[in-house]
Structure formats: C-alpha cells, structure tokens
C-alpha cells in the first residue's frame, strides 16, 4: 500500500477511482480486495491499514535524515562528485552560450542533458 500512494487521502482516492472503472484491486499482503461493492469493513481496514503504513514511511524518512545528518556532522555524507571540473563547466557554458546544440555538449561532455541544464542553470 505504501507504494501505491504517497498518503492515506491519495490512497483512497486512488481506490475510489479505480474500482469506479470497474478494476478490482487486491492487495495481497494485507489479504483485502476491492470491487467497488465493498463493505463498511473493508473500507474501515483500508483505512487503518493505510494509515499504519503512511506512518512506517514516515518514519522510514525521519530515520533516514537523522542517519543523513549523523553522517555530514562527521564527514562521511558529501553528496555525489560533480560530473565535470570547473574548466570543462566554464567550456560548456561558453559553447551553450555560442549555439551549440545542447543534446550533441551533453554527449560530448558524458553527462545527462538535465546535469547539463542544472550546470547552465547554477552559478558555481
């Protein structure tokens, strides 16, 4: 379930809307089925069952940034390493700047053409 939807109300919307096409959900690690003719129950445990794993995925993400912040107060978190030097960006940007094509700087330079976009967008 908490892959499904970001939270309890997307959840139920989600749901709603599918069952209302006439598309049977089963969610088979909780054992609960959904046809659009469902009953008080089965709406009631989607509900507590929803909640409980919003509230897992919240936590999940507390821990994870406590985890983050443990790590940068000692060193060991320092992102990814940039793509490229400063002497290639300042290229790129000159040539971006002169009309190259930006699909054919971002093959030559072995990046993304959004990490070429986030390089012309920064100010690094």
């Known amino acids: 379930m908490d892959r499904l939807a970001r939270n309890l109300d997307d ?9 209302k096409r006439g ?10 089925h959904f046809t659009g003719e469902d009953s008080p129950m089965a709406n009631l445990l989607l509900s507590v069952m929803g909640a409980f794993a919003e509230f897992e995925r919240a936590l999940i993400r507390e821990r994870q940034r406590e985890g983050i912040a443990l790590a940068k107060k000692r060193g060991a978190y320092r992102g990814s390493k940039k793509a490229l ?3 290639q960006v300042a290229d790129l ?10 699909a ?4 030559e330079f ?13 100010n690094d």
């Open 11 to 19: 959840l139920r919307r989600l749901v709603q809307m599918l069952t």
């Open 23 to 32: 598309i049977r959900i089963e969610f088979v690690k909780e054992g609960l």
């Open 85 to 87: 030097s400063p002497e």
């Open 93 to 102: 940007r000159q040539r971006a700047a002169a009309g190259d094509q930006k």
């Open 104 to 107: 054919a700087l971002a093959r």
């Open 110 to 122: 072995g990046i993304s053409r959004e990490t070429l976009y986030q390089y012309l967008r920064s």
